[in-house]
């Protein structure tokens, strides 16, 4: 069983108006120290299985479902695996 | 500067009702070895300063502005640091 977090962000090219709009709210509550806010979601999936059948799995879900590839991208990290 | 990433999730008590559709939207698509999703959201702050000064900072935006406590709780990790 492993399970691994799945961070899915927007492309570097693509404008991200939901961190814009919390950076000005941020400098409204007097927190000019922000310089940059970027928003992202994540996804923690457990997965049975280990290694290249997680990574296989990971890729697939991420294909058909979890990931825009016009606008997004993603990454993942193993948080926890048992064999 | 300090560059920190911020997880929001839900805490344990709360259901995730989009984390459970997804998880059911995965079986669909024949991936029954994904055994838990759930959901979070993540927000990529740079701020300027480092170490206490960027945990105040944190401190003070989450419980202002980005994490309801009343469903959710909250991380934060230090992505890069430079003086």
Redesign the interface.
Known sequence: ?TKVRI?V?YKPSVFDPQ?DT?KK??HN?G?D?????????????????TGD?VDA?VK??AD???VNFNMETYTYQVMEEHQ
């Open positions: 069983m961070f962000t961190g919390i709210t941020i509550l927190h120290e922000v310089k940059d806010v970027q928003v992202g979601k994540f996804f923690d999936v457990t997965v049975e299985g059948q799995t697939e879900i058909q479902l979890l």
